[in-house]
């Protein structure tokens, strides 16, 4: 059947109708009030408002890295467009823990809504900046997608844009203030020694608990399984809940008459360690007590000689103690050390260390053993001290009343003479 | 036929007139930037001193879309920038402006500066200071490790005269004839394989240089613009009596080049940069306040 060229436009004219009467209806359904620009503008205005809408800032717990490293509590104050952060980090020796530092910040509209700390602060970028050593940083994000905001818009999760790390903030309330103080209490209560026995229910579990790593069995008793925490002002919070003897919770509570950790039901407690654990298994030093310029000390007269004497050189020996060794495993192989902070020249704080061995023999007394000089070893300023404090091992160690120990007094069983405190403060 | 078309013209304009009717314009931009109301003292000294007199974008906070994804980088400390933002002004753009008059620098400045807290730092244990694209855009890196003395700041001078001098090249050619003073000797992108000291003695000012006569002329320019005669004169001894004579040569046809191509005395260029550079380390200006 032929189609005449009339017929062809006849139909072509109906089809321009119907697009002409079909553009011209007014009854479209948007299916939003406005364009995707103002709407990213809009959540962009939405969340900035947000985080400025707290009047005591958000607590925002840090995991760098993967995150098996435990957690670094923070607070963050935004306020147009400057951030005022604190956070538990010590910056130097000079600067109080806890001391605020301001940067900037922005929200930004990439391909997600972004929160990022675009201006240096020495507090969140120590763990992302890189170095000649380490030029990734510590693979942390200080760029964070925003993903949702709880039901009363008292947390906000956000994901870090280049590692993924998962932040939430959480709204400060008036009874947070001073909160990193509180935190920084906690963590030295806490860290200075490793946690080895839990009770839940009637069964008691042997665990680790030290500087942000809680290792425990897993509910099958097969395997053990690390959990990592932050500290709070009342005691630790775990990134993930941690069931233990079938019992799951994710913060515990420190109880300060007995030294426990305890899951917020009472449950599971995490016990405090012994009198000889707290000083054998120290990560923490217990130190000399002595003002070697007024030649006064809590420890026998030739002790308060030998830290006098190095200061006729122009090296006065600011702190002495046995314990945990700071540079271990980094610079040094040992463990455990008769440590030394020196001043030379009244300029340069300088750290030198004796390797030594702490053995417990039954519940108050100990054998300290000498291994060999080890980092920044000085023989000269040192040794008289080394040498004497070796001398004496074995020692009888009287403990304090109670569970807690921060000052203790060591003498030599065989020897009398040879006797000196240590506190752990 | 023909009143048909003209119907169905007239139906389709009609449409179009319709469709149109109701596509109001909206009042709100989508191109707000809610941090612009957050400007502070120094976003107004870097408009007033950057964007309006030179079009440049200075840009302080991380962006990370205007970095390097190969690098982790640290954001710049604030008061590290304005230093720098004061010190690059004082030294860089108003040296120019001093030599050449504004209007030059404003035609010819890289359009975006961007500050960035720490190196660059490479996996081969090298560290980059700055970088510069296409004369569009300078970087420059360990702005927090900021130190107000010679031998720091001669590392950002250096990139940014290096850069600077490509753009004048990229206007105005130089002379051929620089090229062929050490024809042969090219080696492309083998420069670093070969020491300073061998580059000097054949007459290159750095290894550097002698991957092409476009970099060797920029190496050139720069390094004699960030430093005074007398370490002029020591990099002359060093190069030994072949190469201070190639050096020499070279030297020559930059100088040429800046005079006849662009009225720029170059040796009072020198001049201005190490006055106004020494006015910086020895304090006389004042880097930290916004006035």
């Not at chain 1, 515990?252 to 012994?274: A, H, W």
């Amino acid at each position: 059947m032929a189609i005449s060229k009339k017929t062809i436009n006849s139909f072509l004219l109906a089809a321009f109708c119907s697009f002409a009467t079909v553009s011209c209806s007014t009854d479209i359904d948007e299916l939003f009030d406005s364009s995707a620009a103002q709407r990213v503008q809009k959540s962009v205005e939405y969340y900035d408002q947000l985080l400025q809408d707290a009047p005591y800032g958000w607590i925002m717990n840090y995991y760098p890295g993967d995150g098996s490293m435990g957690g670094c509590a923070f607070t963050v104050k935004f306020d147009k467009g400057n951030v005022e952060m604190t956070s538990e980090i010590q910056i130097s020796d000079t600067i109080e823990v806890g001391t605020p530092y301001t940067s900037k910040y922005r929200v930004l509209k990439e391909q997600s809504i972004i929160l990022t700390f675009d201006t240096y602060n020495p507090l969140l970028h120590s763990f992302t900046e890189p170095s000649q050593s380490n030029i990734d940083g510590w693979h942390s994000d200080y760029e964070f997608i925003f993903n949702r905001v709880s039901e009363h818009s008292d947390s906000i999760f956000l994901t870090g844009k280049k590692y993924g790390m998962e932040l939430v903030l959480r709204r400060m309330t008036k009874e947070d203030q001073n909160y990193i103080q509180n935190v920084t209490r906690m963590n030295r209560l806490l860290m200075s020694v490793p946690h080895f026995y839990a009770v839940a229910g009637d069964k008691q579990y042997n665990i680790r608990l030290d500087d942000l790593r809680f290792t425990y069995p897993s509910e099958d008793g097969q395997s053990t399984i690390t959990s990592v925490f932050t500290y709070t002002p009342e005691g630790i919070e775990f990134k993930e809940p941690v069931t233990l003897g079938g019992i799951m919770f994710t913060n515990m509570v420190y109880d300060e008459p007995t030294g426990e950790l305890r899951s917020p039901d009472g449950k599971v407690r995490i016990l405090f360690p012994s009198n000889m654990q707290q000083f054998a298994n120290t990560l923490g030093q217990w130190k000399f007590i002595i003002d070697a310029a007024a030649q006064k000390g809590e420890c026998d007269k030739t002790f308060i000689s030998s830290f006098y004497r190095p200061i006729a050189f122009l090296c006065t020996i600011e702190n002495c103690f046995i314990g945990y060794n700071s540079v271990y495993p980094d610079s040094d192989e040992n463990e455990y050390v008769i440590g030394f902070q020196y001043n030379v020249f009244d300029q340069y704080l300088l750290y030198g260390c004796y390797g030594i061995k702490i053995n417990p023999i039954g519940d108050d007394s100990v054998e300290i053993i000498g291994v060999d000089k080890a980092y920044g070893y000085n023989e000269y300023y040192f040794s008289p001290i080394t040498s004497r404090i070796l001398k004496g091992s074995p020692y009888r160690i009287e403990f304090q009343e109670g569970n807690i120990q921060r000052k203790i007094k060591l003498v030599s069983i065989q020897d009398e003479n040879i006797w000196f405190y240590l506190s752990n403060q | 036929m023909k009143t048909i078309h003209i119907f169905a013209s007239l139906l389709l304009l009609a449409g179009f007139l319709a469709s149109c009717s109701k596509d109001d314009l909206s009042d709100d931009s989508v191109l707000i930037d809610r941090t612009e109301q957050y400007h502070d003292a120094f976003d107004d000294w870097i408009y007033k001193n950057y964007t309006v007199p030179y079009n440049i974008r200075l840009m302080y906070h991380m962006e990370d879309i205007e970095s390097d994804y190969q690098y982790t980088l640290a954001p710049a400390d604030y008061k590290n920038s304005v230093r720098i933002s004061k010190i690059f002004k004082y030294t860089w753009l108003e040296a120019y402006d001093e030599e050449c008059g504004v209007d030059f620098t404003r035609k010819y400045v890289p359009k975006v500066l961007h500050l960035i807290g720490s190196p660059a730092y490479a996996a081969n244990g090298t560290y980059l200071m700055g970088t510069a694209e296409g004369g569009m855009k300078i970087t420059l890196f360990a702005v927090n490790q900021l130190q107000i003395n010679h031998i720091f700041l001669d590392l950002y001078y250096h990139v940014v005269h290096h850069e600077f001098a490509h753009i004048l090249h990229q206007n105005k050619d130089y002379d051929p004839d620089y090229g062929k003073i050490c024809e042969g000797k090219y080696v492309s992108g083998d420069w670093y394989l070969m020491t300073d000291e061998y580059a000097l003695q054949n007459g290159f000012i750095s290894a550097y240089a002698m991957s092409e006569p476009d970099e060797d002329i920029a190496e050139l320019t720069a390094t004699y613009l960030t430093n005074n005669q007398d370490y002029w004169d020591k990099i002359l001894v060093n190069a030994g009596d072949t190469g201070a004579a190639i050096l020499n040569m070279k030297l020559e046809i930059v100088r040429a080049y800046m005079q006849t191509s662009w009225n720029i005395d170059i040796d009072q260029l020198r001049d201005i940069i190490q006055r106004r550079v020494d006015d910086v380390i020895t304090g006389k200006i004042d880097i930290d306040s916004l006035d």
